[in-house]
Protein backbone atom coordinates (compact mmCIF):
# COMPACT_ATOMS: atom_id res chain seq x y z
CA UNK A 1 0.00 0.00 0.00
CA UNK A 2 1.40 3.47 -0.90
CA UNK A 3 2.34 5.61 1.94
CA UNK A 4 2.61 9.63 0.64
CA UNK A 5 4.06 11.61 3.08
CA UNK A 6 2.07 15.14 3.97
CA UNK A 7 4.73 18.27 2.34
CA UNK A 8 6.41 20.55 4.05
CA UNK A 9 4.74 23.25 2.37
CA UNK A 10 1.33 22.02 3.37
CA UNK A 11 2.81 21.41 6.66
CA UNK A 12 3.93 25.38 6.85
CA UNK A 13 0.24 27.02 5.45
CA UNK A 14 -1.29 24.92 8.44
CA UNK A 15 1.26 26.23 11.14
CA UNK A 16 1.03 29.84 9.58
CA UNK A 17 -3.07 29.61 9.45
CA UNK A 18 -2.86 28.61 13.43
CA UNK A 19 -0.62 31.48 14.55
CA UNK A 20 -3.11 33.49 13.52
CA UNK A 21 -3.96 33.38 16.92
CA UNK A 22 -0.76 33.72 18.37
CA UNK A 23 -0.33 36.46 20.96
CA UNK A 24 -3.56 35.98 22.34
CA UNK A 25 -4.17 35.27 26.41
CA UNK A 26 -6.60 33.77 28.97
CA UNK A 27 -7.14 35.81 32.24
CA UNK A 28 -9.96 33.74 33.23
CA UNK A 29 -9.61 31.53 36.78
CA UNK A 30 -12.18 30.64 38.98
CA UNK A 31 -12.96 32.41 42.26
CA UNK A 32 -16.28 31.28 43.39
CA UNK A 33 -17.02 27.85 43.12
CA UNK A 34 -20.27 25.80 43.97
CA UNK A 35 -18.73 22.59 43.09
CA UNK A 36 -14.94 22.06 43.09
CA UNK A 37 -12.66 21.22 46.21
CA UNK A 38 -10.45 23.94 47.61
CA UNK A 39 -7.70 21.51 46.37
CA UNK A 40 -9.24 21.59 42.64
CA UNK A 41 -9.42 25.28 42.91
CA UNK A 42 -5.68 25.99 43.88
CA UNK A 43 -4.60 23.15 40.86
CA UNK A 44 -6.89 24.72 38.20
CA UNK A 45 -5.28 28.07 38.93
CA UNK A 46 -2.17 27.97 39.58
CA UNK A 47 -0.87 24.93 37.84
CA UNK A 48 -3.49 24.87 35.13
CA UNK A 49 -5.18 21.30 35.23
CA UNK A 50 -7.09 19.27 37.79
CA UNK A 51 -6.54 15.15 37.88
CA UNK A 52 -9.40 13.54 39.47
CA UNK A 53 -8.30 10.15 40.18
CA UNK A 54 -10.78 6.61 39.12
CA UNK A 55 -13.25 8.47 38.11
CA UNK A 56 -14.88 6.08 35.92
CA UNK A 57 -14.65 2.52 36.76
CA UNK A 58 -11.91 0.13 34.08
CA UNK A 59 -15.02 -1.82 32.80
CA UNK A 60 -16.67 1.68 31.46
CA UNK A 61 -13.52 2.58 29.64
CA UNK A 62 -13.45 -1.45 27.97
CA UNK A 63 -16.84 -0.74 26.93
CA UNK A 64 -15.50 2.63 25.28
CA UNK A 65 -12.77 0.77 23.72
CA UNK A 66 -14.85 -1.40 22.32
CA UNK A 67 -17.20 0.72 20.85
CA UNK A 68 -14.00 2.09 19.10
CA UNK A 69 -13.24 -0.86 17.72
CA UNK A 70 -16.51 -1.11 16.01
CA UNK A 71 -16.44 1.90 14.69
CA UNK A 72 -13.11 2.21 13.02
CA UNK A 73 -14.26 -1.62 11.60
CA UNK A 74 -16.88 -0.36 10.31
CA UNK A 75 -15.74 3.05 8.64
CA UNK A 76 -12.89 1.62 7.10
CA UNK A 77 -13.24 -1.90 4.80
CA UNK A 78 -9.69 -4.17 5.49
CA UNK A 79 -8.80 -3.95 1.88
CA UNK A 80 -9.13 0.00 1.38
CA UNK A 81 -6.42 2.32 0.18
CA UNK A 82 -4.28 4.56 1.80
CA UNK A 83 -5.67 7.95 2.69
CA UNK A 84 -4.80 10.71 5.64
CA UNK A 85 -8.46 10.62 6.91
CA UNK A 86 -11.61 8.50 6.13
CA UNK A 87 -15.19 9.96 6.87
CA UNK A 88 -18.47 7.44 7.20
CA UNK A 89 -21.51 7.98 9.64
CA UNK A 90 -20.60 11.33 11.39
CA UNK A 91 -17.22 10.43 12.42
CA UNK A 92 -13.77 11.21 11.19
CA UNK A 93 -10.50 8.93 11.31
CA UNK A 94 -6.77 10.01 10.96
CA UNK A 95 -4.43 7.72 9.51
CA UNK A 96 -1.07 7.19 11.43
CA UNK A 97 1.53 8.20 9.42
CA UNK A 98 4.38 6.16 10.90
CA UNK A 99 2.81 2.85 12.34
CA UNK A 100 4.52 0.47 14.13
CA UNK A 101 6.21 -2.72 12.56
CA UNK A 102 3.58 -4.89 13.48
CA UNK A 103 0.52 -4.08 12.33
CA UNK A 104 -2.50 -6.59 11.89
CA UNK A 105 -5.61 -4.56 12.19
CA UNK A 106 -7.04 -1.05 10.60
CA UNK A 107 -7.01 -0.09 14.19
CA UNK A 108 -3.62 -0.69 14.45
CA UNK A 109 -2.77 2.22 12.01
CA UNK A 110 -5.23 4.64 13.43
CA UNK A 111 -4.27 7.74 15.22
CA UNK A 112 -7.40 9.57 16.05
CA UNK A 113 -11.44 9.20 15.61
CA UNK A 114 -13.13 12.40 15.75
CA UNK A 115 -16.92 13.28 16.45
CA UNK A 116 -18.15 10.76 18.52
CA UNK A 117 -19.64 12.59 21.54
CA UNK A 118 -23.04 12.02 20.47
CA UNK A 119 -23.29 8.51 20.59
CA UNK A 120 -22.90 5.32 23.26
CA UNK A 121 -20.67 5.94 26.14
CA UNK A 122 -19.09 8.99 24.67
CA UNK A 123 -22.23 10.42 24.88
CA UNK A 124 -22.86 8.96 28.27
CA UNK A 125 -19.50 10.93 29.79
CA UNK A 126 -20.15 14.09 28.47
CA UNK A 127 -23.77 13.72 30.45
CA UNK A 128 -22.22 13.14 33.89
CA UNK A 129 -23.18 15.08 36.57
CA UNK A 130 -19.57 15.02 38.24
CA UNK A 131 -17.96 16.46 35.36
CA UNK A 132 -20.56 18.50 34.26
CA UNK A 133 -20.47 20.58 38.04
CA UNK A 134 -17.12 21.24 37.82
CA UNK A 135 -16.83 22.49 34.15
CA UNK A 136 -19.68 25.12 35.43
CA UNK A 137 -17.59 26.60 37.63
CA UNK A 138 -15.14 27.33 34.95
CA UNK A 139 -17.12 27.87 32.23
CA UNK A 140 -20.45 28.97 33.94
CA UNK A 141 -23.84 27.30 33.78
CA UNK A 142 -24.07 27.30 29.95
CA UNK A 143 -22.11 24.37 28.34
CA UNK A 144 -21.26 22.51 25.15
CA UNK A 145 -19.64 19.73 24.02
CA UNK A 146 -17.49 20.98 20.77
CA UNK A 147 -14.69 17.88 19.77
CA UNK A 148 -14.01 14.75 20.68
CA UNK A 149 -11.26 12.46 19.43
CA UNK A 150 -10.40 8.63 20.86
CA UNK A 151 -6.92 8.96 20.69
CA UNK A 152 -4.89 5.74 19.53
CA UNK A 153 -1.26 5.58 20.89
CA UNK A 154 -0.35 2.39 19.00
CA UNK A 155 3.35 0.71 19.44
CA UNK A 156 6.18 2.62 17.49
CA UNK A 157 3.68 5.81 17.17
CA UNK A 158 4.99 9.44 17.88
CA UNK A 159 4.52 11.62 20.55
CA UNK A 160 2.74 14.87 20.06
CA UNK A 161 5.29 17.92 20.03
CA UNK A 162 4.42 21.18 22.10
CA UNK A 163 1.33 22.76 21.95
CA UNK A 164 -1.49 24.70 23.31
CA UNK A 165 -5.04 23.52 22.24
CA UNK A 166 -7.09 27.34 21.87
CA UNK A 167 -4.19 27.62 18.84
CA UNK A 168 -6.09 25.21 17.01
CA UNK A 169 -9.68 26.86 18.43
CA UNK A 170 -9.95 30.37 16.49
CA UNK A 171 -12.95 31.22 19.32
CA UNK A 172 -14.04 34.46 20.25
CA UNK A 173 -13.84 33.68 24.13
CA UNK A 174 -11.51 31.61 26.27
CA UNK A 175 -10.83 29.16 28.14
CA UNK A 176 -11.78 25.95 26.66
CA UNK A 177 -11.63 22.68 29.30
CA UNK A 178 -9.96 19.38 27.75
CA UNK A 179 -10.91 16.23 29.28
CA UNK A 180 -8.84 13.21 28.87
CA UNK A 181 -9.84 9.94 30.34
CA UNK A 182 -7.39 7.50 30.16
CA UNK A 183 -9.29 4.44 28.97
CA UNK A 184 -5.52 2.16 29.46
CA UNK A 185 -2.90 3.10 31.62
CA UNK A 186 -0.56 5.72 30.76
CA UNK A 187 3.29 5.58 32.17
CA UNK A 188 6.21 7.39 30.08
CA UNK A 189 6.69 3.55 27.69
CA UNK A 190 3.84 3.83 26.48
CA UNK A 191 3.46 7.73 25.84
CA UNK A 192 2.11 9.18 28.51
CA UNK A 193 0.54 13.21 28.91
CA UNK A 194 3.55 15.56 29.53
CA UNK A 195 2.31 19.21 30.98
CA UNK A 196 4.16 22.64 31.57
CA UNK A 197 2.37 23.43 34.95
CA UNK A 198 1.20 27.22 34.98
CA UNK A 199 2.51 28.00 31.49
CA UNK A 200 -1.43 28.53 31.10
CA UNK A 201 -0.98 31.79 32.58
CA UNK A 202 1.10 32.72 28.94
CA UNK A 203 0.32 34.09 25.62
CA UNK A 204 -0.69 32.03 22.62
CA UNK A 205 2.75 30.62 21.19
CA UNK A 206 4.07 30.43 17.86
CA UNK A 207 3.38 27.10 16.88
CA UNK A 208 6.14 25.98 13.86
CA UNK A 209 5.42 22.62 11.92
CA UNK A 210 6.70 19.21 13.19
CA UNK A 211 9.46 18.83 10.55
CA UNK A 212 10.36 14.77 11.44
CA UNK A 213 9.27 12.39 7.99
CA UNK A 214 6.08 10.95 8.63
CA UNK A 215 4.60 13.14 11.38
CA UNK A 216 0.89 12.85 11.85
CA UNK A 217 -1.35 15.92 9.81
CA UNK A 218 -1.84 18.49 12.46
CA UNK A 219 1.09 18.72 14.71
CA UNK A 220 2.78 21.78 15.20
CA UNK A 221 5.24 22.83 17.66
CA UNK A 222 6.46 25.64 20.13
CA UNK A 223 10.10 25.88 20.04
CA UNK A 224 10.93 29.64 21.71
CA UNK A 225 10.00 28.34 25.55
CA UNK A 226 12.30 26.80 28.25
CA UNK A 227 10.60 23.37 29.19
CA UNK A 228 12.80 22.14 31.71
CA UNK A 229 9.65 22.31 34.14
CA UNK A 230 8.00 19.31 32.40
CA UNK A 231 6.05 17.12 34.26
CA UNK A 232 4.95 13.67 32.99
CA UNK A 233 1.31 12.83 33.89
CA UNK A 234 1.01 9.09 35.42
CA UNK A 235 -2.46 8.00 34.68
CA UNK A 236 -4.08 4.41 35.45
CA UNK A 237 -7.35 3.19 33.77
CA UNK A 238 -10.32 5.03 34.45
CA UNK A 239 -8.19 8.78 35.52
CA UNK A 240 -9.34 12.17 34.18
CA UNK A 241 -7.41 15.14 33.69
CA UNK A 242 -9.42 18.29 33.02
CA UNK A 243 -6.75 21.08 31.66
CA UNK A 244 -6.70 24.49 30.62
CA UNK A 245 -6.91 24.96 26.50
CA UNK A 246 -3.67 27.46 26.94
CA UNK A 247 -1.80 24.77 29.04
CA UNK A 248 1.11 23.64 27.00
CA UNK A 249 1.24 20.09 26.45
CA UNK A 250 3.18 17.34 24.56
CA UNK A 251 2.86 13.03 24.54
CA UNK A 252 6.28 11.35 24.85
CA UNK A 253 6.77 8.27 22.07
CA UNK A 254 5.17 4.88 22.73
CA UNK A 255 7.94 2.44 23.05
CA UNK A 256 6.10 -0.16 24.63
CA UNK A 257 4.19 -3.14 22.81
CA UNK A 258 0.95 -2.24 23.91
CA UNK A 259 -1.33 0.41 22.61
CA UNK A 260 -2.05 3.27 25.04
CA UNK A 261 -5.47 5.09 24.20
CA UNK A 262 -7.30 7.98 25.70
CA UNK A 263 -10.71 9.84 25.03
CA UNK A 264 -10.52 13.04 24.94
CA UNK A 265 -13.02 16.14 24.99
CA UNK A 266 -13.20 19.80 24.66
CA UNK A 267 -16.25 21.82 26.05
CA UNK A 268 -16.82 25.75 25.76
CA UNK A 269 -19.27 28.50 27.24
CA UNK A 270 -22.54 28.15 25.10
CA UNK A 271 -22.77 31.01 21.95
CA UNK A 272 -18.99 30.82 21.93
CA UNK A 273 -18.39 31.55 17.88
CA UNK A 274 -16.01 30.10 15.84
CA UNK A 275 -15.74 32.43 13.17
CA UNK A 276 -16.55 32.15 9.39
CA UNK A 277 -16.14 28.48 8.71
CA UNK A 278 -16.16 25.89 11.77
CA UNK A 279 -13.09 22.96 11.82
CA UNK A 280 -14.90 19.78 10.35
CA UNK A 281 -14.11 17.61 13.45
CA UNK A 282 -16.27 19.84 15.82
CA UNK A 283 -19.62 18.91 16.39
CA UNK A 284 -21.73 21.72 19.21
CA UNK A 285 -23.61 19.13 21.29
CA UNK A 286 -25.51 20.98 24.93
CA UNK A 287 -24.91 19.35 27.78
CA UNK A 288 -26.11 22.14 30.70
CA UNK A 289 -27.79 25.36 30.68
CA UNK A 290 -29.84 27.18 28.05
CA UNK A 291 -28.43 25.24 24.96
CA UNK A 292 -30.38 22.30 25.89
CA UNK A 293 -33.57 24.29 25.00
CA UNK A 294 -32.54 25.71 21.95
Known amino acids: MERKDIDLDSKKEFSKKLNEQAGRTSSRGVSDVRFMTADQKKSWNQLGYILIPNFVEESFCDQMNNEVSEIIQSLIPEDSAFSHAYAGDGHIAIREMKPGENTETIEDEISKLFRIHSKGSFNAFIKNEILGNILEDILGPNIDCFLSQFIFKNPGAWGQPWHQDSTY ?126
Request: glycine share 6%; net charge negative; with cysteine.
Open 169 to 294: FPFDREPQVAAWLATSEATIENGCLVVLPGSHHEHLHEHLPDERKESNYGYTEIKDHDFSKEMPLLLNKGDLLLFHSFLMHKSFDNKSSSRRTAMVYHFAETGTKFGEVDSPTNEWISIRGRGLDA
